[in-house]
């Protein structure tokens, strides 16, 4: 059996500057291959230094949560084929604050990515978690 992986994607320098609840971060489940993932997002001031984590031998996934300037501010959600030339972006979605949890599968709903080599499928969907109710 193999273990939850839970990487942390960036943590803000100035969390107080970010037009976000305090404590407020995003969640992100990704399913591939038989294995669930949990990935955390919390707020950041510039989307640079968010890396992209590996799932499986094929997919990069990279969560950006960007709490400011204001006007720009939202969660996007990025992922590549990890190709042997480099990665390659195959899906991108962008969600503006304030994020909304739905009933079911949170902010983005299930969202289904399909790889064309391996013909294969990642599964996500994310939450808004903490920062009080909205």
Sequence with gaps: M???LIPIFA????????PVAAGERVQCHTTYGGE???????????????????IGSYFL???VFEGQPRELAAVKIYTYADL???????????HPLPLANRA?????GLQRVYEPRRDS????WCERV????R
């Design 130 to 133: 903490g920062g009080g109710r």
């Design 61 to 63: 996934f990279r969560v």
């Design 36 to 54: 669930t993932h949990l990935h955390v997002a919390r707020p950041v001031a510039s989307p640079y230094g968010v890396e992209s984590v590996p």
């Design 11 to 18: 943590l803000g320098a100035s969390l107080a500057a970010v």
């Design 121 to 124: 499928e990642l599964e996500y």
């Design 84 to 94: 042997d030339h480099g990665p390659v972006l195959i899906h991108q979605s962008t």
């Design 104 to 108: 079911a599968y949170g902010f983005t």
């Design 2 to 4: 193999r273990r939850l």
